[in-house]
Antibody
Framework: EMQLVESGGGFVQPGRSLRLSCRGS????????MSWFRQAPGKGLEWVGF??????????EFAASVKARFTISRDDSKSVAHLQMNSLETEDTAVYYC???????????WGQGTLVTVSS | DIVMTQSPDSLAVSLGERATINCKSS????????????LAWYQQKPGQAPKLLIY???TREYGVPDRFSGSGSGTDFTLTISSLQAEDVAVYYC?????????FGQGTKVEIK
């Protein structure tokens, strides 16, 4: 059974950094692009960025609102993807979801999400 | 950027009746090379992650009841719940994954009349 577990969320002050992790199981993690989405409290869904599979080059793309502040990496040997968030702003407060596929390819599976709260 | 616009923002439907949600994209999300519409539909209940219902605009995800169906092509899409059940009360989103930044509609809240 396909599973995704996000971790690393929490409370952080503006300007600080946080790294989220997304661990997959039940599927061949390295074969898939991995996307990150977020949802601010009471708001709609927003695409954050994604990383291609190594076979597709392993490159990344990001939303304009996070570009240059966020990076995504992957360690296929551990079936994990990371979202590194730097220079966090209060507007980054949201539940962050990792998704198998979801960008340029069909979404396959969503994780349950991890809450990030940016506040002083 | 592709803007996704859903209508209506909310609707109330009697149990057993049909619910129809529309989604319009500002640009076509159809890839001519494979004739696929890069459009997905999700259901989200409070406190839960979005649940994938439909992808490629009309392919039902495994395990999704057949009362859910998707249709449309290019820029205009529809999600239909043929016979609304109490457990279908939720917010529904369309998403295009054709072009980055991927984008969602604003959501449609479905309630029981």
């Amino acid at each position: 059974e396909m599973q995704l577990v996000e971790s690393g969320g929490g409370f952080v002050q503006p300007g600080r950094s946080l790294r989220l992790s997304c661990r997959g199981s039940g599927f061949s993690f390295g074969d898939y692009a991995m996307s990150w989405f977020r949802q601010a409290p009471g708001k709609g869904l927003e695409w954050v960025g994604f990383i291609r599979s190594k076979a597709e080059g392993g490159t990344t793309e990001f939303a304009a609102s996070v570009k240059a502040r966020f990076t995504i990496s992957r360690d296929d040997s551990k079936s994990v993807a990371h979202l590194q968030m730097n220079s966090l702003e209060t507007e980054d407060t949201a539940v962050y979801y990792c998704v198998v596929g979801g960008t340029y390819v069909r979404p396959v599976y969503w994780g349950q999400g991890t809450l990030v709260t940016v506040s002083s | 950027d592709i803007v996704m616009t859903q209508s209506p923002d909310s609707l109330a439907v009697s149990l057993g009746e049909r619910a129809t949600i529309n989604c319009k994209s500002s640009q076509s999300v159809l890839y001519r090379s494979n004739n696929k519409n890069y459009l997905a539909w999700y259901q989200q209940k409070p406190g839960q992650a979005p649940k994938l219902l439909i992808y490629w605009a009309s392919t039902r995800e495994y395990g999704v009841p057949d009362r859910f169906s998707g249709s449309g092509s290019g820029t205009d899409f529809t999600l239909t719940i043929s016979s609304l059940q109490a457990e279908d009360v939720a917010v529904y989103y369309c998403q295009q994954f054709h072009t980055t930044p991927c984008s969602f509609g604003q959501g449609t809240k479905v309630e029981i009349k």
